[in-house]
């Protein structure tokens, strides 16, 4: 959290001497590009010299190899999933006409998932867990900021929970998921629920802090306004309290798809949900020499994500917070 | 994902178009599902998920996928690696996995109550031998000493004589000797104890009627579990000294040189069996010919792994080195399946056999292999009372089916796809092998009289010796 801020605060440090447009323009595009070649540098220089039981430490030239390599094998996969179609379709034709009473189906491909299949569960694993703890905190928080009662009631129980790691909860869910959620034909995977509910369990605090700090700050002249009109609790909800603390509600937000994505990736790994967090576990315990480099492949491909979900917040901020001069980073 | 569903909505699309032109023009043409049919009814249940955990023992299922014999029985398989044998067990017996590559003492300790208490039958040996014990480097360094030599090399096998005088001084100094299995009732764990005890070193008792399940009652050695792709690792890191796992975990050590396999279970106990596919009994009920259908495709699997004389294992290897599937580097695999075994680095050694998946009736299950991890587990009480004769030769038959196997071997036979000679002879095998002679401790084991063979060991329980 702290580097995020710090390295905005540099460059508005940078930004404040009053250079030339030109060399501001340059500064501003080229100290990132030097930023990243110096650490590509060191990365290499670094990897070349940890010598681990599985071979060197993979340098970026090893990780954008095994890239390349994801991609063929996705490629490879695909391949043979269509393939996989085409004899099932004969299979299923051939046993019809021996034995017209069959039901046939196509089904789905049989085959192990690509790096790139587990990125997209990952990513809707956590959107799903995203919003459904943001429709239980925004309501919730938005009642505690309103209410000094409510939030009095509420709060020991949010400082309580809000410190506790995935991975505790995790047993607890993986448990409960398995014994409540009993279906013969189930609309979603049990390990998907469950680490939609993880995710979800974790992602929950921060949007309800921030909106019930968000409500409870309300301009005292709105409320007065909002008084004189007599608007009754839902306009005043929907015209009051929700459009003045929409910047609050969605720094919390961002903070929560942050800490959902995060949580996400351990979760996957330690109960082996589907997703780039078994990615990472799975190449762990092949331990084969290339292991290390596709799990850095998975490291960055997490580091990227994150940072694009971050910036999909930031954009959606913009877009739906009235105080446009606001800086928001 | 989206790119498949959308790949398969359309081909639903197309299939619907285009099923009825198919059907006719197919229905003269001999497809392979069809064959078997009028013996062997179509399978109840068709998308069926598979466990396993990540051995190259694992190979009978991985080539049964991708040579296409689970699709030729009308089957869609999907192969998931499990986190542990306990995950194993237990989603196999919660019904989330349809079957899995079993520990063989898995089934027979679930049917006793050992552990998780469910009713799990197997109908398929997976294989024989395939595992070693490895030491680190140092307990090697000390062990060297008194492990005679011939020109310049190590007499394999090397018993557990040798590590004697190592664990003594760990003792004499007060530090504990850790050595690492992969579960309470695997095969590793009993083959581990059995070289131990038989080299004089006691690996502890269990005591599951005192709630004490540690398996170091009076141990000299501490046994533990570690999930096998994580021995190396573990002893890396101190952990553990050494560890008895299946391959590729044993030459994986050889490969990062951060131990030495010191002795196969080939030279334990000679084709010993290792693991089983399991499935529970309320499964095998409700999906008979499901069932039937599955060991033939293993079966087959098997009978390639093993053809012309090991001639397929380099394409196994490939297979198996698969990320999905074992994914270890191909050269790790390829050191033991190829029908090699390198001890300390360097000293690479002929073992032909020491990863067998059909040859010897390894396919089979024998009550006989059943019984001696029956004995095994009362040796080390696991088991705390005393059982009459009568009492393992029912478990045997509880947890064995060979009736289903016989039902699977006889419908490739009618189709052509294997030859009787290649089975035993089922109308007369009874399941119980000759008495059998190699042992590294020379005991001989007759799996008929249990309890006569558990009176020939000196470290162990034995009658009506209770802890």
Same mark, same amino acid.
């Given at each position: 959290m702290s580097k995020q801020q710090t390295v905005p605060m540099i460059f508005n440090q940078v930004r404040d001497i009053n250079w030339p447009t030109l060399n501001q323009f340059l500064t501003a595009t080229a100290l990132p590009i030097v930023g990243i070649v110096i650490f590509l540098g060191l990365w290499s220089l670094m990897a070349k010299n940890i010598d681990t039981s599985l071979g060197t430490f993979p340098g970026p030239g090893a990780v954008w190899q095994q890239t390349i390599v994801l991609v063929d094998e996705h490629n490879t996969q695909m391949e043979k999933a269509s393939k996989f179609y085409d004899r099932q379709e004969q299979r299923n034709a051939a046993r019809l006409a021996k034995d017209p009473s069959y039901a046939s189906k196509i089904r789905d491909f049989t085959g192990a998932p690509t790096f790139f299949e587990q990125i997209w569960t990952s990513l809707y694993t956590v959107m799903v867990g995203f919003i459904v703890a943001s429709l239980l905190a925004i309501p919730i928080g938005i009642l505690c900021g309103l209410s000094k009662n409510a939030y009095t009631a509420i709060n020991p129980l949010i400082q309580l929970f809000k410190p506790v790691s995935p991975l505790a909860w995790l047993p607890l869910v993986t448990m409960v998921v398995s014994a409540v959620y009993v279906?013969?034909? =189930?609309?979603?995977s049990k390990s998907f629920i469950t680490s939609a509910v993880t995710v979800a369990l974790c992602c929950l605090w921060p949007t309800l802090i921030n909106t019930a700090v968000g409500v409870s700050s309300i301009d005292k002249d709105l409320i007065n306004v909002s008084k004189v009109l007599r608007l009754n609790g839902l306009s005043h909800v929907t015209k009051i309290v929700l459009p003045s603390s929409i910047p609050a509600i969605f720094t919390g937000l961002r903070l929560s798809l942050g800490i959902g994505w995060m949580v996400l990736i351990a979760a996957e790994m330690l109960?082996?949900? =589907?997703?780039l967090g078994k990615f990472v576990w799975d190449e762990f315990q092949n331990g084969s020499s290339e292991s290390l480099a596709r799990i850095m492949v998975a490291v960055l491909t997490i580091g990227v994500i994150g940072f694009a979900l971050d910036r999909i917040m930031l954009a959606l901020q913009r877009t739906f917070s009235w105080d446009k001069s606001a800086v928001l980073r | 994902m989206t790119n498949l569903k959308l790949l398969s909505s359309l081909k639903r699309v197309v299939k619907s178009l285009r099923v009825g032109v198919i059907s006719t023009v197919l229905s003269g043409s001999v497809i392979v599902t069809g064959v078997s049919a009028q013996e062997l009814g179509w399978p109840e249940k068709e998308e069926l998920k598979f466990g396993f955990i990540k051995l190259t023992d694992m190979a009978p299922l991985a080539v049964a996928y991708e040579k296409g014999y689970f699709e030729e029985e009308g089957l869609y398989v999907t192969l998931e690696a499990q986190a542990n044998w306990k995950v194993l067990l237990d989603r196999v017996i919660d019904g989330q996995l349809d079957g899995a590559h079993m520990l063989a003492g898995q089934p027979l300790g679930a049917t006793i109550g050992y552990g998780t208490k469910a009713d799990i039958i197997t109908a398929f040996s997976m294989d024989l031998n395939g595992n070693a014990i490895t030491v680190s480097n140092d307990i090697w360094k000390e062990m060297k000493k008194h492990v005679p030599h011939e020109g310049g090399k190590p007499v394999h096998p090397i018993s557990a004589d040798s590590l004697k005088p190592v664990v003594d001084d760990f003792k004499s100094k007060g530090k504990p000797f850790k050595m690492g299995m992969v579960?309470?009732?695997?095969t590793h764990n009993y083959e581990l104890r059995y070289w131990l005890a038989a080299g004089g070193i006691h690996p502890g008792f269990y005591a599951p009627h005192k709630g004490d399940t540690s398996g170091q009652i009076n141990a000299d050695a501490l046994l533990s579990v570690t999930p096998p792709p994580q021995m190396p690792s573990t002893m890396e890191a101190g952990t553990i000294h050494g560890y008895c796992v299946g391959e590729p975990w044993n030459q994986q050590a050889v490969f990062k040189g951060i131990g030495v396999p010191v002795v196969t279970d080939y030279e334990i106990w000679k084709n010993n069996p290792e693991k089983v596919f399991g499935v529970s009994k309320g499964w095998a009920e409700k999906y008979p010919n499901t069932h039937v259908r599955v060991v033939k495709a293993m079966i087959r699997a098997a009978m390639w792994l093993d053809e012309n004389n090991n001639a397929n294992r380099p394409e196994a290897v490939k297979i198996l080195a698969k990320s999905q599937y074992v994914g270890a580097d191909y050269e790790v695999i390829a050191n033991s399946m190829t029908g090699t075994f390198e001890y300390e680095k360097g000293d690479k050694r002929d073992?032909?056999?020491?990863?067998?998946?059909?040859?010897?009736?390894?396919?089979y299950p024998f009550y006989s292999d059943a019984i001696w991890y029956l004995t095994q587990m009362r040796r080390w009480g696991q088991i705390s009372e005393p059982k009459a004769d009568s009492w393992y030769k029912d478990i045997a038959k509880q947890v064995y089916r060979p009736d289903i196997y016989a039902q699977a071997a006889k419908a490739l036979i009618a189709e052509g796809k294997a030859k009787a000679v290649d089975f035993p002879e089922f109308a007369t095998e009874t399941g119980f092998k000759p008495?059998?002679?190699?042992f590294i401790d020379n005991i001989v084991y007759d799996g008929s009289q249990p309890n006569a063979y558990l009176e020939k060991f000196a470290i162990g329980l034995k009658n009506d010796s209770k802890i």
């Open positions: 279906s013969s034909d =189930p609309m979603f109960a082996q949900n =589907p997703g | 579960f309470p009732v695997s073992v032909p056999d020491f990863n067998v998946f059909f040859r010897y009736n390894a396919t008495a059998q002679i190699h």
